[in-house]
């Protein structure tokens, strides 16, 4: 019988950064906003993330190896009678992985992280042209509920 190594699920540290960028540029939209070749924009970034308290970037590991990430960020606001939200962004799952239920376990933990943050709401948003991780959050138990918007500036 072959064991299965345990999955780990922890705060990232910056010696992750290349195997995370690797991760959200492995796909048609990341490719192309992405540089996973040239950490220098993100060092800063991964410093600004890991220093905010309301930031809970994270990364899933099997066996030393870093096969899935996703960022939590918490929004204390007035609405909803003072609710606190929890925003999931930026999750990837290593493609050897994909398929494998390590997405499912991921947003689990996210969603048992933010009750345990507080929050009252957790919600994310994913590209339009994304189907099938809109399937995907829709099994877990999400609800397509809102329009987004976006303004570079």
Avoid: C
């Amino acid at each position: 019988m072959t064991e299965t190594a345990v999955l780990t699920i922890r705060r990232a540290r910056e010696d992750d950064l290349s195997a995370i960028v690797a991760m959200l540029a492995d796909d048609p939209l990341g490719a192309g906003r992405e540089s996973p070749d040239d950490l220098t924009a993100y060092r800063p970034a991964f410093t600004r993330v890991d220093g905010d308290p309301n930031q809970h970037l994270v990364v899933a590991e099997r066996a030393g190896r870093v096969i899935g990430t996703l960022q939590l960020t918490l929004v204390p606001g007035l609405s909803r009678k003072g609710a606190t939200r929890v925003i999931i962004e930026a999750v990837r799952i290593h493609t050897d992985e994909r398929g494998s239920g390590l997405g499912t376990e991921l947003i689990q933990w996210a969603v048992e992280r933010s009750r345990e943050l507080g929050a009252d709401l957790v919600q994310l948003t994913s590209d339009a042209s994304r189907t099938d991780a809109h399937r995907f959050y829709q099994r877990l138990g999400f609800v397509p509920s809102h329009l987004g918007f976006k303004l570079k500036v």
